[in-house]
């Protein structure tokens, strides 16, 4: 089963570790849960170039998917795995918070 995405989670492309939207109210390991559609990172990933490589930029690190039947204020809570508008999260989430 997929692990809860938190604050700090990391793009498979190194950084962009979440930092916004996340959720005001819901936390797994005392750390504030991540929201698809909501969360992002104000940093783009390592791979970001100005002009060859912009789609790594920071806006592009909001989190895309997430669970279809597991939410938090009412959006589906995001997991190690799941999709950001370019790449994925990489984590470390919270290991002992499984999420289907
Ligand atoms: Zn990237």
């Known amino acids: 089963m997929p692990i809860i995405s938190v604050i700090g989670d990391i793009n498979v492309h190194g950084g962009g570790a979440f930092d916004q939207g996340l959720s005001a109210n819901v936390s797994a390991g005392n750390k504030a849960v991540a ?3 909501q969360t992002g990172s104000g940093s783009n990933d390592s791979q970001y170039d100005a002009r060859t490589r912009s789609q790594h930029r920071a806006s592009n690190q909001q989190a895309a998917s997430g669970s279809a039947n597991v939410f ?6 995001h997991r190690v795995g799941d999709g950001r508008l370019e790449g994925a999260t990489a984590g470390p989430g919270i290991s002992s918070v499984g999420v289907n």
């Open 35 to 37: 929201l698809a559609g």
């Open 72 to 77: 938090a204020n009412n959006k589906p809570v």
